[in-house]
């Protein structure tokens, strides 16, 4: 484990050192940058990125979601377990994905409050690079999968609401916690 994700720790901050962008913001439509490098600026974003993750009381963060167009994105599945260190992934590219397609309910920090069906394939193999930079390759399944999907929608301008199938439940849940059906870009 790198030094840099043993320094972060688990915990809300008063003030964040991201704003997180909602649904509607256009900075979350577009396509992310690939990083050409691995240095102590993409690491010192990772950092504020997991910091504003925790403090939201989110699991999952894109680069593009606090408005920094780049292929970065942190996880962290156990938000009580100081030992276990976030997962970084620096351009990540989905090798495969497989297994059964599964509905489950999705959440987002980019659309607060806000939680929907959406199905994904069960499995998913990925190659990306850590924070150091190092070549990586991962097989995930169950939540992590599903995470790893989402967040990876991110960086090419897709958010959950867009792969929400029940348009009844999508309009309903939008517009009673204040968001525009139109600012949805259904994937069909």
Known sequence: MSAILTKVPKQKLKNPPLQV????????RQPAKRISKVNDEIRQTIVEMLQTMYSNDGIGLAAPQVGINKQLLV??????????????????EVKSAGGDLITGE????????VFLDVVRPDKVEVVYRDEEGRPQRLVADGLLARVIQHEMDHL??????DRAKNAIALNKELSSHGFLTKDVQAIK
């Not at 962008?21 to 979350?28: C, F, K, M, Y």
């Not at 999705?106 to 409050?113: D, N, Q």
């Not at 090419?156 to 609401?161: M, R, S, Y």
């Open 106 to 113: 999705e959440g987002c920090l980019s659309v607060p409050e």
């Open 21 to 28: 962008h909602t649904l509607g913001d256009r900075v979350l």
């Open 156 to 161: 090419n301008g897709v958010l959950f609401v």
């Open 75 to 92: 996880i962290d599945l156990e938000l009580k377990d100081e030992n276990k260190p976030p997962l970084v992934m620096i351009n990540p």
